[in-house]
């Protein structure tokens, strides 16, 4: 039977006569019980009529028609003794009430692929998606609501009761939308609900739309007894692709949301393998693409990895080499896929998308070091002076002599004092390194040196990188108990720092915190065995002798490198640390050699390192284009259906904070259209203003600050779907059908909705409750005796004409 054909509803009745809360009938108010009527009265009216006939001569037509008059109007008295009235009752008519619960949760923007199930197809075709792969269950939900379950419940007479649920229960009114944004599954609780609303009133079913997953809330079971205590059927039409779960997704893991312009691009990813044999391989391939370019043309394979699906998940990092972006948006974008699986039953979860803002300004350091030694000499006398056009730098050396010309970028005049003020700071850099120097040494004046590390700390504060390098004199001892100790990611111990490395005649090789996944700094190549070999074999970097022992990592920050050998009652000495504080980027180094990495390889990874270091400490500066403006968000990733707070932190042109009682941004979501974005002043704290916007879909978002047309400052965050919602996508056809099995309901897919509105929803469920009733003696009146009567004498004529006494 053709799909939708079944569920059209059928011509309309005429209207009845009567109004529909009156009804009329008739009754013999003092009728026998029926076996009198049956064994006494029809009987003796029988023996009565005979015997009145029996002993006369008459032709037969005669004697029929007598005895006939005869029974008439034994007949009419018996009914007139029997009290024969009319009925006139008034009741109240209460139309059949049929509740629809639509899953409006987040699992219910999934897209599934129904590969081999050809029957759904159609249906879906027949429902007008010409793409059903590319159809979410929340529209397929809308589209069986509209079309066909709405006209089939108003030709049967049911007064639809609509509501969407998720974590809540809420009317679902004419022409509204789902959202499918909620973070949890509640169909127990809906159930209760929506039977509680309505108790009282004549709800004869509910039909349920759902994939049928909950994740929280009342129990089905529990739902399932009241409903049937209340001898409600509840149905269903599961939703979703019901055959077993066959999937490949891919789980977003690290990505940078912004670089510089020649930066090796890193995504890390983890992939996972649900109903797979084990032992089965698939390949990861990221592409980056021109999102200007409609024919993906210009799409090119940047990386590829293979590796095992497993339910687990596998971590990988794919590299993109270094590139140029879009020239309007100044973004690279890229495509995560992982490669579908023949008979995979959801495909939107098989790829990422990544958008990295790339920043073409120049990257502005500064230097200071204590003494010429050898860490000095190879980076800020080699690997600065011939660094790319990218890199600005200025040095100081506090050993040098009044007269001596300090190290600088060709296009950057020599420095002739130490910048200290707050202003020179954050004008001028972007990343400052301290070499070994105490910080008390800066200027002869003591002042100027306590408000170099004042600057310097809220240098850090306001998004600049500071690079620490550890030395045999000064750093890190001469920073305990200065502000700076708490800018560094690293805790100090006065004991270690005094007794030093235990054997510094022993070469070591640092130990890669996490070689299968490298923070970038210590990423020196692409392959990841490669790098490791690099950092830990013999085959590698040349070794180093002396490190400082700092007591271990502050919470939060992160352990790049670890002492091979050497340790203390909280595990192996970190030797390089990276550090946030709060909005910049800090990089302790424990080592004071990476000059060492010239020796066999030359200035190749050497430079690599630097290169990395600098850019990463960057990046906090740099992302936001104008330095003067900084959007904050407090996480990169959101569940779909929570509010995202945005704070603005503004400064005026001489970097103070700005006064302005309002802040205008803008914003967008995926393929969507920019709209306006008002963050307000935070009162008692200048500069500083927030507001909020509510994501209605997921995908990957953007917070900026415009101004000309041109972006200044920008932030973005992924939308994703609440780990609740994403933990089991599939269906749950068998939950659903024992939900119905419960209540005597009918459970079904979405091919077979026509048995649910055949079987289940039969029309003419009118409930009739009597208000009251008035009776109308049909004998007393005067057409009862003129029957009577004409019955009487039409035999009376008759038995004259035939000559009867």
């Given at each position: 039977?053709?799909?939708?054909?079944?569920?059209?509803?059928?011509?309309?009745?005429?209207?009845?006569?009567?109004?529909?809360?009156?009804?009329?009938?008739?009754?013999?108010?003092?009728?026998?019980?029926?076996?009198?009527?049956?064994?006494?009265?029809?009987?003796?009216?029988?023996?009565?009529?005979?015997?009145?006939?029996?002993?006369?001569?008459?032709?037969?037509?005669?004697?029929?028609?007598?005895?006939?008059?005869?029974a008439c109007a034994l007949l009419l008295l018996l009914g007139i003794l029997a009290r024969p009235v009319k009925v006139i009752q008034r009741e109240d008519v209460q139309d059949a009430i049929a509740l629809v619960l639509v899953d409006d949760s987040a699992s219910m923007q999934r897209k599934d692929a129904y590969a081999g199930d050809g029957a759904t197809r159609r249906a879906l075709a027949q429902l007008d998606f010409a793409e059903p792969a590319q159809v979410t269950r929340s529209a397929v939900a809308q589209r069986v609501l509209e079309r066909v379950?709405?006209?089939?419940?108003?030709?049967?007479?049911?007064?639809?009761?609509?509501?969407?649920?998720?974590?809540?229960?809420?009317?679902?009114?004419?022409?509204?939308?789902?959202?499918?944004?909620?973070?949890?599954?509640?169909?127990?609780?809906?159930?209760?609900?929506?039977?509680?609303?309505?108790?009282?009133?004549?709800?004869?079913?509910?039909?349920?739309?759902?994939?049928?997953?909950?994740?929280?809330?009342?129990?089905?079971?529990?739902?399932?007894?009241?409903?049937?205590?209340?001898?409600?059927?509840?149905?269903?039409?599961?939703?979703?692709?019901?055959?077993?779960?066959?999937?490949?997704?891919?789980?977003?893991?690290?990505?940078?949301?912004?670089?510089?312009?020649?930066?090796?691009?890193?995504?890390?990813?983890?992939?996972?393998?649900?109903?797979?044999?084990?032992?089965?391989?698939?390949?990861?391939?990221?592409?980056?693409?021109?999102?200007?370019?409609?024919?993906?043309?210009?799409?090119?394979?940047?990386?590829?990895?293979?590796?095992?699906?497993?339910?687990?998940?596998?971590?990988?990092?794919?590299?993109?080499?270094?590139?140029?972006?879009?020239?309007?948006?100044?973004?690279?974008?890229?495509?995560?896929?992982?490669?579908?699986?023949?008979?995979?039953?959801?495909?939107?979860?098989?790829?990422?998308?990544?958008?990295?803002?790339?920043?073409?300004?120049?990257?502005?350091?500064?230097?200071?070091?204590?003494?010429?030694?050898?860490?000095?000499?190879?980076?800020?006398?080699?690997?600065?002076?011939?660094?790319?056009?990218?890199?600005?730098?200025?040095?100081?050396?506090?050993?040098?002599?009044?007269?001596?010309?300090?190290?600088?970028?060709?296009?950057?005049?020599?420095?002739?004092?130490?910048?200290?003020?707050?202003?020179?700071?954050?004008?001028?850099?972007?990343?400052?390194?301290?070499?070994?120097?105490?910080?008390?040494?800066?200027?002869?004046?003591?002042?100027?040196?306590?408000?170099?590390?004042?600057?310097?700390?809220?240098?850090?504060?306001?998004?600049?990188?500071?690079?620490?390098?550890?030395?045999?004199?000064?750093?890190?001892?001469?920073?305990?108990?200065?502000?700076?100790?708490?800018?560094?990611?690293?805790?100090?111990?006065?004991?270690?720092?005094?007794?030093?490395?235990?054997?510094?005649?022993?070469?070591?090789?640092?130990?890669?915190?996490?070689?299968?996944?490298?923070?970038?700094?210590?990423?020196?190549?692409?392959?990841?065995?490669?790098?490791?070999?690099?950092?830990?074999?013999?085959?590698?970097?040349?070794?180093?002798?002396?490190?400082?022992?700092?007591?271990?990592?502050?919470?939060?920050?992160?352990?790049?490198?670890?002492?091979?050998?050497?340790?203390?009652?909280?595990?192996?000495?970190?030797?390089?640390?990276?550090?946030?504080?709060?909005?910049?980027?800090?990089?302790?180094?424990?080592?004071?050699?990476?000059?060492?990495?010239?020796?066999?390889?030359?200035?190749?990874?050497?430079?690599?390192?630097?290169?990395?270091?600098?850019?990463?400490?960057?990046?906090?500066?740099?992302?936001?284009?104008?330095?003067?403006?900084?959007?904050?968000?407090?996480?990169?990733?959101?569940?779909?259906?929570?509010?995202?707070?945005?704070?603005?932190?503004?400064?005026?042109?001489?970097?103070?904070?700005?006064?302005?009682?309002?802040?205008?941004?803008?914003?967008?979501?995926?393929?969507?259209?920019?709209?306006?974005?008002?963050?307000?002043?935070?009162?008692?704290?200048?500069?500083?203003?927030?507001?909020?916007?509510?994501?209605?879909?997921?995908?990957?978002?953007?917070?900026?600050?415009?101004?000309?047309?041109?972006?200044?400052?920008?932030?973005?965050?992924?939308?994703?779907?609440?780990?609740?919602?994403?933990?089991?996508?599939?269906?749950?056809?068998?939950?659903?059908?024992?939900?119905?099995?419960?209540?005597?309901?009918?459970?079904?897919?979405?091919?077979?909705?026509?048995?649910?509105?055949?079987?289940?929803?039969?029309?003419?469920?009118?409930?009739?409750?009597?208000?009251?009733?008035?009776?109308?003696?049909?004998?007393?009146?005067?057409?009862?005796?003129?029957?009577?009567?004409?019955?009487?004498?039409?035999?009376?004529?008759?038995?004259?004409?035939?000559?009867?006494?």
């Amino acid at each position: 039977m053709n799909f939708l054909a079944a569920l059209l509803p059928p011509p309309q009745a005429g209207a009845n006569a009567l109004d529909a809360g009156t009804r009329e009938t008739l009754q013999l108010l003092d009728l026998p019980e029926p076996w009198i009527v049956v064994l006494v009265v029809a009987p003796a009216l029988a023996l009565l009529v005979w015997l009145g006939y029996r002993g006369e001569k008459l032709s037969v037509g005669a004697r029929l028609t007598l005895t006939f008059l005869r029974a008439c109007a034994l007949l009419l008295l018996l009914g007139i003794l029997a009290r024969p009235v009319k009925v006139i009752q008034r009741e109240d008519v209460q139309d059949a009430i049929a509740l629809v619960l639509v899953d409006d949760s987040a699992s219910m923007q999934r897209k599934d692929a129904y590969a081999g199930d050809g029957a759904t197809r159609r249906a879906l075709a027949q429902l007008d998606f010409a793409e059903p792969a590319q159809v979410t269950r929340s529209a397929v939900a809308q589209r069986v609501l509209e079309r066909v379950l709405a006209p089939k419940l108003a030709s049967g007479g049911y007064a639809a009761k609509n509501f969407a649920f998720g974590a809540d229960l809420e009317p679902l009114g004419p022409g509204a939308s789902l959202n499918a944004r909620d973070a949890s599954t509640r169909l127990g609780d809906a159930l209760l609900q929506s039977l509680a609303a309505h108790r009282g009133r004549h709800v004869t079913d509910v039909i349920v739309l759902s994939d049928g997953r909950q994740n929280a809330g009342a129990s089905l079971l529990d739902a399932a007894r009241a409903a049937s205590s209340l001898g409600v059927n509840v149905h269903s039409i599961v939703l979703g692709d019901t055959r077993p779960e066959l999937n490949v997704a891919l789980e977003l893991v690290e990505a940078p949301s912004s670089a510089l312009d020649g930066d090796e691009i890193a995504i890390t990813v983890r992939v996972v393998g649900r109903g797979l044999e084990r032992g089965r391989r698939g390949e990861v391939r990221l592409e980056e693409y021109d999102p200007e370019d409609p024919d993906g043309r210009a799409r090119r394979v940047a990386a590829t990895a293979e590796l095992e699906l497993s339910e687990n998940g596998e971590r990988t990092t794919l590299i993109a080499r270094a590139g140029p972006a879009n020239r309007r948006t100044q973004e690279r974008r890229f495509r995560v896929e992982a490669a579908p699986l023949a008979g995979e039953t959801a495909l939107d979860d098989n790829v990422l998308e990544v958008s990295v803002h790339v920043s073409p300004q120049k990257v502005r350091v500064l230097y200071v070091e204590g003494y010429p030694r050898w860490e000095y000499r190879r980076l800020a006398l080699d690997m600065l002076k011939r660094a790319d056009e990218n890199i600005q730098f200025q040095a100081f050396l506090l050993s040098a002599n009044p007269d001596f010309r300090h190290e600088s970028s060709k296009d950057l005049p020599s420095l002739a004092r130490v910048p200290f003020e707050r202003k020179e700071l954050l004008d001028n850099y972007d990343v400052v390194i301290l070499g070994d120097v105490n910080p008390f040494a800066i200027s002869p004046d003591p002042s100027a040196s306590e408000e170099f590390m004042k600057a310097l700390v809220e240098f850090v504060e306001r998004g600049g990188g500071l690079c620490a390098i550890a030395g045999e004199y000064d750093l890190p001892r001469a920073y305990v108990g200065t502000p700076l100790e708490a800018v560094f990611p690293v805790l100090f111990d006065d004991a270690e720092l005094r007794s030093g490395p235990s054997d510094t005649r022993r070469k070591y090789r640092p130990r890669l915190e996490d070689p299968d996944h490298p923070h970038e700094i210590v990423r020196l190549h692409s392959e990841l065995e490669v790098n490791r070999e690099l950092w830990e074999e013999e085959s590698g970097l040349w070794g180093m002798h002396w490190f400082s022992p700092v007591s271990r990592a502050k919470p939060g920050a992160q352990v790049l490198l670890r002492h091979p050998r050497e340790s203390n009652s909280y595990g192996a000495y970190p030797l390089a640390v990276a550090g946030y504080y709060p909005s910049g980027r800090t990089l302790f180094l424990a080592f004071d050699e990476t000059w060492t990495f010239r020796y066999h390889w030359g200035p190749r990874f050497h430079e690599r390192f630097w290169r990395n270091a600098i850019r990463w400490l960057a990046l906090g500066r740099l992302r936001s284009g104008d330095r003067r403006y900084r959007i904050e968000l407090a996480r990169t990733s959101y569940d779909l259906g929570a509010r995202v707070g945005v704070e603005a932190r503004v400064l005026d042109e001489d970097y103070r904070p700005s006064t302005a009682q309002t802040q205008e941004l803008r914003w967008s979501a995926p393929e969507g259209q920019p709209q306006d974005l008002i963050l307000t002043a935070v009162e008692g704290r200048p500069g500083l203003f927030r507001g909020s916007v509510e994501p209605s879909r997921t995908g990957l978002h953007r917070v900026w600050v415009e101004q000309a047309g041109e972006r200044l400052s920008g932030a973005e965050f992924e939308v994703v779907i609440p780990s609740l919602e994403s933990a089991d996508p599939t269906p749950a056809p068998a939950a659903l059908a024992e939900l119905a099995a419960l209540t005597g309901g009918v459970a079904v897919d979405l091919a077979h909705a026509d048995e649910l509105v055949q079987k289940a929803l039969p029309g003419g469920e009118q409930r009739r409750d009597p208000i009251s009733a008035r009776l109308d003696d049909i004998w007393d009146h005067g057409w009862t005796l003129l029957v009577v009567l004409a019955v009487l004498s039409a035999e009376w004529i008759l038995r004259k004409r035939f000559e009867l006494v």
